[in-house]
Nanobody, 118 residues
């Protein structure tokens, strides 16, 4: 069974930065699209950014210019560099991957809390 493990969350002040990481705990043969989602209290989970195995990226409008998604395919690891953080970025951030582990399937991490305060 493959699990995605996130790290790097925490609490910062407005304008601060954090870098999230996501890597599989098991041996994964291949990963296709990977993405970061977030869910704020009382809100639905939303896509923050995604990246294909060829490096094509997509961002939700509210984070463009502030967040950067990247990945290291040799390590099956994904990152989210978050700069100029705002209170509206406060949420639990989830890692997602479409990966091959005997078959193609969708995998999620357990989530990591990001809190931005004044």
């Amino acid at each position: 069974q493959v699990q995605l493990v996130e790290s790097g969350g925490g609490s910062v002040h407005i304008g601060g930065s954090l870098r999230l990481s996501c890597a599989p705990s098991g041996r994964v043969v291949a990963m296709n699209t990977m993405a970061w989602y977030r869910q704020a209290p009382g809100k639905e989970r939303e896509l923050v950014a995604s990246i294909t195995d060829t490096g094509l990226t997509n961002y939700t409008a509210s984070v463009k210019g502030r967040f950067t998604i990247s990945r290291e395919n040799t390590k099956n690891t994904m990152y989210l560099q978050m700069n100029s953080l705002e209170p509206e970025d406060t949420a639990v951030y989830y890692c997602y991957a479409h990966a091959w582990y005997g078959q193609w399937d969708d995998y999620w991490g357990q989530g990591t809390q990001v809190t931005v305060s004044s």
